[in-house]
């Protein structure tokens, strides 16, 4: 079964980095567009960052610039390179992997990771 385990996560002061990973298992990682989700206390989970399969990376407007988002096929991994980090980005860090299938996506979920910018 597909598994996706964070990694990286932890307290930094602002304007600190962070360098965040998701290993997948148990599927053919090359073919899955890959993102970082977050998910801030009493807010709704929002999309950071996209990197499809082929093609180019998205951003949020409030991460670009800040954030990169990578991925080595070879060591079914996804990176989340956060720099210049503020308060307002402390949240629960999720990896998504997600393949459309005769029409039908398919979403997998890691388990989250935190990630806290004191001021």
């Known amino acids: 079964q597909v598994q996706l385990v964070e990694s990286g996560g932890g307290l930094v002061q602002s304007g600190g980095s962070l360098r965040l990973s998701c290993a997948a298992s148990g599927m053919t990682f090359s073919r899955y567009d890959m993102s970082w989700y977050r998910q801030a206390p009493g807010k709704q989970r929002e999309l950071v960052a996209t990197i499809p399969k082929d093609g180019n990376t998205n951003y949020a407007a409030s991460v670009k610039g800040r954030f990169t988002i990578s991925r080595d096929n070879a060591k079914n991994t996804v990176y989340l390179q956060m720099n210049n980090l503020k308060p307002e980005d402390t949240a629960v860090y999720y990896c998504?992997?997600?393949?459309?299938?005769?029409?039908?996506?398919?979403?997998?979920w890691g388990q989250g990771t935190q990630v806290t910018a004191s001021a």
């Open positions: 998504n992997a997600r393949i459309s299938v005769f029409g039908a996506d398919s979403n997998y």
